[in-house]
């Protein structure tokens, strides 16, 4: 699991067949709370690139996804959005980063 450093979320997406996305904010508590969830699937599911992007600091990253609320977790296959669910509940995640890591 990486943290974007620059407002490029569209060309990783590009480069990798799989990507899981937590979008965040450093104020957000349940992006705090939902971060060491999101790294222990990242560690899970080692063929998809998951990465923590700062909803704040990134807004066309941002825009790759429809972020409304935080935290907000997309998946991208091929250089598609394929899903993504607002949460804070781990097994919405987990279903979330399952429908795009099991085929």
Known sequence: MREL????LAEVVSE??????????SWCGNCRVM???????????ENAT??????EKYPESRKLAKVDNLPTFA???????????QT????????????VTSN
């Open 5 to 8: 450093t620059n407002d490029n």
């Open 16 to 25: 990798n067949d799989t990507v899981v996305v937590q979008y965040m904010a």
């Open 35 to 45: 971060k060491p969830k999101f790294k222990k699937l990242a560690a899970e599911n």
């Open 50 to 55: 998951f990465l923590l992007v700062d909803a």
């Open 75 to 85: 998946t991208f296959r091929n250089g598609t959005l394929v899903n993504q669910v």
């Open 88 to 99: 804070n509940k781990f097994e919405l995640l987990k279903d979330l980063v399952n429908e």
